[in-house]
């Protein structure tokens, strides 16, 4: 799974620099070129509200997902935890 952040879209848009728009939205040009990239794990709901009131738009203006590859779709990593047990069949009582 992908998320994408079409930041550089909406700023083009706009005329508007990563500066001018990091200032406004209250988050250093750092952490927005870490959303443009796509190295950020997370983005809070006030970061995004602040986002989508800059820059007039919705959410999905700025986010889409892209789907996995269809040869990613048998790699079986699940991660850890409860869940992955869950679907290994491990941890059930029976």
Known sequence: MA???????QLAKRNMS???FAAAVGITPANIAVLKNGRAKAVRFTTLDAI??????QPGD????????????????YGSGAA???RSGAGLAG
Do not use: H, K, N, T
């Open 62 to 77: 700025v986010l889409r997902w892209i789907p996995d590859d269809q040869d990613d779709a048998g790699d079986g990593d």
């Open 18 to 20: 990563v500066g001018e």
């Open 84 to 86: 992955s047990r869950e």
């Open 52 to 57: 989508c009131r800059i820059l007039d738009c």
């Open 3 to 9: 998320i994408v952040v079409d930041l550089d879209v």
